[in-house]
């Protein structure tokens, strides 16, 4: 088995800069990404740092929040060398700070425009494995059984939006209020929940 690594200089991550960033995603969607707009974002599960690298590169100021020291770690190093790696990447990862903590407790403190929310989902109805990255993924941090908790406090601190990912067929989650709209991908779904209304929002 390959050792699990973040990596934000080759694969799907590369790809997806060199193909034009993601802004008609249904993620940069969810999060309201808007040309002109200064926007703050917190990711409390970074997990392997994808999502944040790709608002960091549609010109978000990201906040990553990971409690998994081994992941703090592969986090640590992924952004190193992707720094080290040339301008495009050193100027996206200079736009991401990493924290280690526990994101229930440092978000009261950080009051960012939009908190995105990718936690640990259940596990698949279906018998079909999931990718070798995510089951890796897995093995370290274990399921978030606090993301209601963790969604909750969300809520609480996000000056505009809050965005859960979550799989689409996936049942509502559990002790949170309804979201205010949806947005749709192939496997998965953006529960959009609005905390403040007005321009810009």
Known sequence: MNALRVDFVTGAVAYRLRSGGGKSQP??????FRAGQDMNVVDATAG???DSFLFASLGANV??????????ALLRAGMDEARAAGPEFADIINRMTLLHGDAMQLLPGLSPDVIFVDPMHPPRRSSALVKLELRQVREIVGFDEDAADLMRVALAHAKKRVVLKWPRKGDAMAGIPAPSHQILGKSTRYDVFITKRGPGV
């Open 48 to 50: 392997l740092g994808r």
């Open 63 to 72: 906040t990553m929040i990971e409690r998994s020291a081994q992941m703090y």
């Open 27 to 32: 993620i940069a969607r969810a999060l309201g």
